[in-house]
């Protein structure tokens, strides 16, 4: 006979109900794992990715922006940042723009002991706690993704501080609009022509951190000596073995989003793949008949951006127009990250933009053309994207701008306040040090 859960007993004659009966234990089990599949992403995926493309004297800080905003999003998360991204109570009267304060503190998230024995809140038929627990991962992550646009030059504490604020006022209210029933969620939109689709977070995720890197880099400026000294990665070791696990926990990123252990998240898990695999094929080819060789540095953008720009449909299309999207990007986010990048002159230290802002632009569209209710039964019946006749690119389209234009003003004024308050930048003389030593008084090497 099972032991009383928790050490509770029902009294006796009588049976209290097993909040867990409720559970569906095998999507319950793939979500857990997707959860730590998407917190992997960013340590050591990202960290390990980012790092090996800075210079060595730098290389502590961004594995330390990384891990530090695993704490520190965490934190913000359960305390409000999921309450005001998916909170949606009767009395929300601002609930096409904002979450309300349902789940502040964890209130109606946190398992409680009432009149009728243990209650476990769900979403779905999961536990709400796992819900929260796997959308945070994508808040942990957004911000870090952020990092590579200003690495190498800014103030510890004026990350922080931005940090928080931006993920408060921009990732917050995205997450709403298009998760949590605000004004741009497919099927729950004020408007038709707002309803966008975005499987796993082509707008929430990659086209805010992108075209906030982008502002960051332009206000903060470029890198001393950017353009006249050569800034090589200092290890693609770290960064090939960063990539490679961002490929492997896209899977919990993409196929976790589907919610379920279900035919959908076979097809997230499918498309995801081939998808990168294709963009890591278009970049090095690009590579290799351009220049002459193929890159490891190349090879492994090209499958980033791959994953990026399959992220908002991976639940919506078949196998190959997932190909489609691996090969575009690849091609697309090349010509960001080198022409567009040179053309303009702009120092987004590790193309967050040319990958990431641009990456899920296209994504967001594609979608618009190959999304199909053969994969996913959304739409009401509706036809979705332009291969079977629907319109959904028109309301991708403007989610693609109001995502632009939204985290491009509010990073902005952020940006602008925070360097008024404690300054942006490091010194002329920390940057030359390196920030592992002036921000945090380490050396990622030491040689005797």
């Keep these: ?86 909170g949606s109570g009767p009395d929300n009267f601002l609930g096409e723009l904002i979450g309300d304060f349902q789940y502040v503190f964890m209130r109606n998230v946190d398992a409680f002991y009432g009149d009728t024995g243990r209650d ?18 994508f808040f942990i992550i957004t911000p870090a993704l952020i990092v590579g646009g200003f690495a190498e030059r800014m103030r510890f504490k004026a990350m922080v501080l931005f ?15 298009v998760w949590g029933g605000g004004l741009l969620q497919f099927g ?8 966008a689709l975005d499987f796993a977070g082509g707008t929430v995720v990659h086209i805010s951190s992108g075209i906030t890197a982008l502002v960051c880099a332009l206000l903060i400026g470029k890198r001393l000596g950017y353009g006249s000294e050569p800034m090589p990665p200092h290890n693609l070791t770290y960064t090939c073995i960063g990539a490679c696990l961002l490929w492997v926990g896209w899977f919990g990123f993409n196929a976790g989003s589907a919610g379920a252990a279900d035919t959908v998240a076979a097809c997230a898990f499918a498309t995801t793949h081939l998808s990168a695999a294709a963009g890591a094929f278009a970049w090095a080819t690009i590579e290799w008949t351009s220049r002459g060789k193929p890159t490891v540095l190349g090879t492994c953008s090209g499958a980033v951006a791959g994953l990026v720009c399959i992220t908002p449909a ?35 230290s590790l193309d967050v933009f040319g990958i990431h802002g641009l990456g899920g632009t296209l994504g967001a569209l594609l979608t618009g053309v190959f999304a199909t209710r053969a994969v996913n039964d959304v739409g009401q019946g509706m036809p979705l994207g332009l291969i079977e006749g629907g ?35 490091v010194t002329q003389e920390e940057e030359i040090q390196g920030l592992d030593l002036s921000q945090h008084g380490e050396e990622g090497y030491i040689f005797l």
């Design 1 to 86: 006979m099972m032991e009383p859960r928790f050490g509770m007993s029902a009294p006796q004659g009588t049976s209290a109900p097993d909040p867990d009966a409720q559970v569906a234990r095998g999507d319950h089990a793939w979500m857990l794992i997707s959860c730590a599949l998407v917190l992997m992403m960013t340590g050591p995926g990202l960290a390990l990715f980012y790092s090996g493309l800075v210079r060595k004297k730098n290389v502590l800080s961004v594995m330390m922006q990384c891990i530090y905003l695993m704490g520190f999003m965490s934190i913000i998360w359960a305390l409000y940042g999921y309450s005001l991204a998916f």
């Design 188 to 195: 729950e939109a004020p408007s038709y022509w707002l309803g």
């Design 314 to 348: 991976a639940g919506h299309v078949t196998l190959m127009p997932a190909i489609v999207f691996g090969l575009l990007a690849g091609v697309f986010c090349y010509f960001g990250c080198t022409t567009l990048k040179a053309r303009f002159g702009y120092d987004d």
């Design 391 to 425: 319109t959904q690119l028109i309301p991708q389209f403007l989610a693609v701008v109001i995502t632009w234009v939204y985290a491009a003003v509010v990073s902005w004024v952020l940006l602008k306040l925070i360097d008024l308050v404690v300054g942006l930048r």
């Design 120 to 137: 476990v809140p769900m979403a779905g038929e999961i536990p709400r706690l796992t819900h929260m627990l796997f959308q945070g991962m």
């Design 163 to 177: 940090m928080l604020l931006w993920g408060t006022l921009v990732y917050c209210p995205l997450a709403h609009w």
